[in-house]
């Protein structure tokens, strides 16, 4: 029988955090979300967990705002209130959906945020193991021993259409005028498909690839969330670089102006998460 888990919100993580969100040099408004919670669950189970959202909405008038703060609040109830945590992939797929439905009925019952939707990405941490899903093209990456890792998959056109190519090694450029349109987001009419998969570059083999979920964090090792705002203006190794600078504090900051340095034409937005060197064992 599952163990029954309460969680409770709590004011102490047991991680380290630092958030940040712009609305860029070009929006006129902020349409993204970002939250993170700690939490700590009953007794016996008394594990600390974290919960991290960043949710980049989409729709005029204000709508992709409505999206995305519909998206992060939805998500973190419906984590709030399990009562199991021994399936947190079913529990964060379920909660997608949950938000889902919320957002197509808002947009249904307001005619000036038809269509609306978002993007969304979250991690759950329970005690050092990492639980993930996405949907759109927010992403998460792991910085561990100095190299940095996209766990996400983009659910572009440009992105399908280079996993459907790859083989014949087809070059497809991000200038494209349809390269960044979202073929799945939340706010979809159509059944939605929540991705827990874990990107193959990320590991080296089908048997870490099937044990990711719940991978066990190390002391120094850093989970970024981020919104499109940050990945298409800077690389991979910029991203890298900005983490791995003195003042840790600054570290969401240093990433945002650094995209804003480089036009800031979208909102940006991030959350870092820091395994510190002394982590609690819990």
Request: charged share 25%; glycine share 6%; hydrophobic share 40%.
């Amino acid at each position: 029988m599952d163990t029954e888990t309460f969680l409770q919100p709590n004011h102490t993580a047991h991680l380290e955090v630092v958030q940040f969100s712009h609305r860029g040099l070009v929006r006129e408004n902020n349409e993204d979300h970002i939250l993170v919670q700690p939490f700590s669950s009953a007794q016996p189970d008394a594990r600390s967990v974290l919960l991290a959202i960043l949710a980049d909405g989409v729709g005029g008038h204000r709508a992709g705002e409505v999206a995305s703060r519909i998206a992060v609040e939805s998500i973190a109830a419906s984590v709030q209130t399990c009562t199991d945590l021994n399936h947190p992939e079913g529990l964060l797929e379920a909660a997608f959906i949950t938000a889902n439905q919320e957002i197509v009925q808002q947009s249904q019952n307001n005619e000036s945020q038809k269509g609306m939707g978002t993007t969304c990405v979250c991690a759950l941490v329970i005690g050092h193991s990492l639980y993930m899903a996405n949907i759109g093209d927010s992403r998460l990456y792991l910085l561990h021993n100095r190299n940095i890792k996209q766990l996400t998959f983009d659910h572009t056109w440009l992105e399908e259409l280079s996993e459907a190519g790859r083989s014949g090694e087809t070059k497809i450029s991000r200038a494209h005028p349809l390269a960044h349109v979202l073929i799945r987001y939340l706010g979809s009419i159509e059944p939605i498909h929540v991705d827990l998969r874990i990107h193959a570059d990320a590991v080296d083999t089908e048997e870490e690839m099937r044990n990711l979920q719940g991978m066990q964090l190390e002391t120094g090792d850093i989970l970024l969330l981020s919104s499109d705002g940050i990945s298409d203006l800077l690389t991979d190794e910029e991203i890298k670089d900005n983490l791995l600078k003195r003042r840790w504090d600054q570290a969401a900051r240093r990433l945002v102006y650094c995209a804003l340095k480089k036009g800031g034409h979208d909102n940006a937005s991030v959350i870092i998460i820091r395994v510190p060197e002394n982590p609690k064992k819990k």
